[in-house]
């Protein structure tokens, strides 16, 4: 009996050291509405326990659907704040002084990748690698991006006509192989473990969204504990050497060629020279750079966060956009109707310039991202007080903002903007909008660095996909489901079915 009531006591008393605890952080904030759920010790954690995977994400969903402009909200003891409207997102976003990153990106052990870096090493990094991501340099890319598209393409012929495929699995390794072959410099050869590299990824990324959305696993020393730890840290060591070996394959690269021609032209494989300026990679094993931190470590990181951003991201809008596709066959025939007034003939070589002459096709796949934007959720950290909406909010405090539902607000996108038209991109429609109300790449200075690498790349692929295969599906599109990772995923595979277009 007494040891009953001494935990009734214990109890109690844990519930008022909460409640007085929360009441005083959050006293400046309570003129915000509040989101639901919101239990004693939990706050709203409970939207992320039991259930399905997908079950999750739309209690998660719903819960930020309830805030119009800012709305306030606990996750277990952590105070945090839901930004919704898109004033308050460029505000915010737009703000330096909110430009940190909360202390669960620190889960990813990864401190010098762009993704996840503190303000301070951040900066200089991101201002590093800034050059080569520009306009010329992408421009250069356009025929290693044609390459490997043709090369997916081929390895899909070989498959049997008629059977369902999960196109993510060619788009992952098409991604992959872009991705090492423009930033990195390197192509991946058979037999390099790139198959073991994607799982060990997939694992990585997993354990870390896993762990983000689980407040009993904030605690280093307990999270060590868990089987969920090492294989975490198996998964990130393994992909660690992975990138550890491309930067010496790069320095073997670096001292076998001239470096004049290194700087300025590279040859593809039909060796045609193609001009373009030095690669990150090569400005940093060079010496050039004396902004970033570059120690070898360092190095893998940065070079592990491109490689993760840009293929994972890549191949999940592209398999979407594939999915949309096939659900969608007459908007399919128009894309495919443009691409063959644009490119009739299936082995002329694609140019920059030859997207700007598919408007239909960026429509199409503005719409992809509008409804399934890969980077759904980020958040941020307040370095100085900041006011919104009449609130001073002090400096340290988390905001969430979710591109999943900003993207679907009716008092923006119209009655149907849960529903699938690529004329939301119209310039009808585009008139007006308030450029922070579709960010399929995040905004601000802190938004993603590869945001123009993806719109090209990904556009190639989807052309080379059309112009070859026409796309059908057995799934609906009120049959989608998605679940909550560090970036948006289908809840199920990307089944559809190709027929060769003759």
Not at 306 to 317: H, V
Not at 376 to 394: F, K
Not at 450 to 474: C, D, E, P, Q, W
């Amino acid at each position: 009996m007494l040891l009953v009531l001494a935990i009734v006591l214990v109890l109690l008393l844990i519930l008022l050291v909460d409640s007085t605890l929360k009441h005083h952080v959050g006293k400046f904030a309570r003129s915000l509405e509040s989101v639901s759920p919101n239990y004693p010790l939990l706050g709203s954690a409970t939207v992320f326990l039991g259930h399905s995977e997908e079950r999750r994400f739309e209690n998660f969903m719903n819960m930020l659907r309830q805030v119009d402009r800012i709305g306030k909200g606990w996750l277990g003891p952590q105070l945090m704040f839901y930004v919704a409207h898109p004033e308050l997102v460029q505000k915010v976003l737009t703000d330096p002084n909110c430009s940190e990153k909360p202390f669960f990106y620190e889960f990813s052990r990864l401190t010098h990748g762009l993704f996840s870096a503190k303000y301070s090493i951040w900066k200089p990094n991101r201002k590093a690698l800034n050059p080569t991501m520009n306009v010329k340099m992408l421009n250069s890319f356009v025929p290693i991006f044609e390459r490997f598209s043709r090369s997916m393409v081929e390895k899909l012929k070989c498959y049997p006509e008629g059977t369902p495929v999960d196109i993510l699995d060619f788009t992952t390794e098409c991604a992959l192989e872009m991705v090492c072959g423009t930033t990195l410099g390197t192509a991946l050869k058979k037999g390099s473990g790139k198959r073991k590299f994607l799982e060990s990824m997939q694992t990585f990324i997993s354990r870390v969204a896993t762990r983000t959305l689980s407040v009993s696993l904030y605690n280093e020393s307990f999270y060590r504990l868990t089987r969920a730890y090492n294989e975490e840290e198996n998964a990130r060591k393994y992909c660690l050497d992975f990138a550890k070996c491309i930067i010496e394959e790069r320095q073997q690269v670096l001292v076998t060629e001239p470096q004049s021609k290194n700087s300025d032209e590279n040859e593809d494989d039909d060796g045609y020279q193609i001009r373009r300026p030095k690669l990150f990679i090569d400005q940093v094993l060079s010496g050039n750079n004396t902004e970033a931190d570059i120690s070898t470590q360092n190095l893998s990181e940065q070079i592990l966060t491109i490689m993760a951003a840009g293929y994972d991201t890549s191949a999940n809008m592209v398999a979407h956009s594939c999915l949309f596709l096939a659900i969608f066959p007459e908007l399919q025939e128009k894309v495919a109707q443009e691409i063959q007034t644009v490119l009739p003939d299936c082995e002329q070589e694609l140019t920059a310039e030859t997207l700007k002459d598919l408007p239909y096709l960026d429509k199409f796949f503005k719409e992809c991202l509008r409804l399934t934007p890969v980077g759904s959720t980020i958040a941020r950290v307040n370095m100085t007080d900041i006011e919104l909406d009449g609130c001073r909010i002090p400096k340290g405090n988390i905001f969430i903002f979710n591109f999943y539902v900003l993207h679907r607000r009716k008092d923006i996108w119209g009655p149907y903007a849960e529903q699938f038209d690529p004329e939301n991109f119209s310039p009808e429609r585009s008139k007006g909008r308030h450029p922070f109300a579709f960010l399929p790449f995040s905004g601000g200075s802190r938004n993603c660095i590869g945001a123009r690498y993806a719109m090209i790349s990904n556009k190639i692929m989807i052309i080379h996909l059309v112009r070859n295969f026409r796309m059908s599906t057995k799934i609906r599109f009120e049959d989608l489901k998605y679940r909550i990772n560090v970036t948006l995923n289908l809840a199920f595979k990307h089944l559809i079915t190709l027929e060769a277009r003759r």
